[in-house]
C-alpha cells in the first residue's frame, strides 16, 4: 500500500470499480481498438475523499486484474464492500444503510470549487445515477439475498452492489459528460468520445 499515493489510490480503485459493473451494451459496442487510457482524454476532479477511499480500499482489498484485464470471480462483493464502505464512512448510507439523497448530492458536490466548471456535470450525474439506482432497487435487493444464500453459514461480508453501481455510475458519467474545453482532442480521443455518445464507458474497458 505504501507505494501508493493518495492520487493513485483513488485511480486504482475507480478502475478497479469501473471494470468490474457489468453493463448491457448495445452489440454495436463491441471493444473500441484504442490503446488510449480514456482518463487521459479528460482528467475528472477527485470526487470523493481521498483518505476515505484510501482506507476502505485497505479494508477491501480487490484483485487487481490479470494482463488480460480479467479479474477473479470472487471480486466483485469485495468491490461492493469498498463502495459501501465509503458511502458509509461518508453517511451517504445511513446507519441503517438507507440512502441519503440530499447526502449523496452534496458529498459529490462540496468536493467542487464554487466556480468548477464541472459543477453542472456532476450534479446532473447525481441525479441520473441516483435515479437509476432507484429503478434498479430490486434487482440490488435480490443480488444481496443471494449472495446471502451462497454464502452460507461462512459468510463474509455481504455488501450492497448498488454502493459500486452509484460510485461507477457517477464517475463514468461525469466522464462522458466532461465539458469540451477540458477535452483532449487527439484522434483517439475524438473516437472515445465519439463511442461514448451510444455506448458505455465499461465498453471501453474490456
Ligand atoms: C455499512 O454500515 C452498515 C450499517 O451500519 C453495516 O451493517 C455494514 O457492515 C457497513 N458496511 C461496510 C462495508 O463497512
Known amino acids: 500500500m505504501n507505494s501508493f499515493n493518495g492520487n493513485s489510490i483513488v485511480m486504482v480503485a475507480v478502475m478497479l470499480l469501473l471494470a468490474t459493473v457489468v453493463t448491457a451494451a448495445p452489440n454495436s459496442c463491441a471493444k473500441l481498438d484504442t490503446q488510449t487510457d480514456p482518463f487521459s482524454c479528460c482528467t475528472i476532479p477527485k470526487l470523493l475523499d481521498l483518505a476515505v477511499v484510501g482506507k476502505c480500499f485497505e479494508q477491501y ?13 470472487s471480486s466483485t462483493p469485495q468491490t461492493d464492500c469498498m463502495s459501501e464502505c465509503i458511502l458509509n464512512a461518508t453517511a451517504i448510507y445511513d446507519k441503517k444503510g438507507d ?6 448530492n452534496n458529498v459529490f458536490l462540496d468536493s467542487l470549487p464554487k466556480n468548477s466548471p ?3 456535470v456532476v450534479r446532473d450525474a447525481v441525479k441520473q445515477c441516483g435515479e437509476t439506482a432507484a429503478k434498479k432497487e430490486n434487482e440490488f435487493k435480490k443480488a444481496v439475498a443471494d449472495q446471502k444464500k451462497a ?10 452492489p448498488e454502493a459500486s453501481f452509484l460510485v461507477d455510475c457517477i464517475h463514468t458519467t461525469v466522464f462522458s459528460n466532461c465539458p469540451t474545453t477540458l477535452r483532449s482532442t487527439s484522434a483517439d480521443c475524438d473516437a472515445i468520445w ?5 455506448c458505455p464507458f465499461s465498453a471501453l474497458r474490456q
Open 118 to 120: 464541472w459543477l453542472s
Open 61 to 73: 482489498p480487490i484483485d487487481q486484474p490479470d494482463a488480460k484485464g480479467s479479474k477473479p470471480a
Open 99 to 104: 440512502l441519503n439523497d440530499k447526502k449523496l
Open 151 to 160: 454464502a452460507g453459514a461462512k459468510a463474509g461480508p455481504v455488501c450492497n
Open 194 to 198: 465519439k463511442f461514448l455518445k451510444n
